[in-house]
């Protein structure tokens, strides 16, 4: 068994999807040491991307420098980042094709890619990327992000914690306060994450026949 399913407290799926809510309150007493944060991480980053580029880069604030720095970005969040164990904030890699040799070399290391589809995935790949857009390439990024994004919030819970995930804060000027290439980095998101120190409120949502349609 992997060392962070050893660390999960919750392995009730249905209560790990249904029960998450959004927490603005934390116990700011609670910590997340860097070790259970890499276990919580590495486990979100096993979330699908766009031919498994990957382009998420994170940046985990908790101490109380980092907050200080975080602060003016965060607009009315300002209860998450004060009580929150720590705030991820999430940037996207505009070069995230630079990383395709080695993902793709390491699955063909471990025997879960062959070598000749290696080849043939990267030959179009890489200038498939390299042409995007700007537009484009923002337009993945959010995508396989928020997909991440989500998958962290489920493991946190199912570790035992609690989260918030935050699109309301201010991205010009955020990359170059934690020492990111404003050019390559875009923040994306952020979550706070820590221990409910209140219950968040409960919410409704509409239902698959307001939404769905079936053809």
Known sequence: MRKGCELMKNNDFKDVVLGRNSIRKYDPEVKIS?????ELLAEAMHA????????WRMVVVSSE????????FI??????????????????DLK?????????DEAVATGKMPQEIRDKQLSFIIPMYQGFSNEKMRETIY???????MQLMLVARAHGYDTN?????QREGLAEAFEMDPSRYIPTLIISVGKAAEEGYQSVRLTPEKVVKHF
Do not use: H, W
């Open 165 to 169: 995930a935050i699109g309301g804060f």
């Open 143 to 149: 995508i396989d992000n928020s997909l991440m994004a």
């Open 75 to 92: 607009g009315s969040n300002t209860l998450q980042n004060d009580t929150s164990a720590a705030m991820i904030i999430i940037f996207g």
């Open 48 to 55: 699908p991307s766009a031919v498994n580029l990957q382009p």
């Open 34 to 38: 860097q070790a259970e944060m890499n």
């Open 96 to 104: 995230c094709y630079e990383y395709a040799e080695e993902i793709y």
């Open 65 to 72: 420098e980092g907050k200080t720095r975080l602060r003016p």
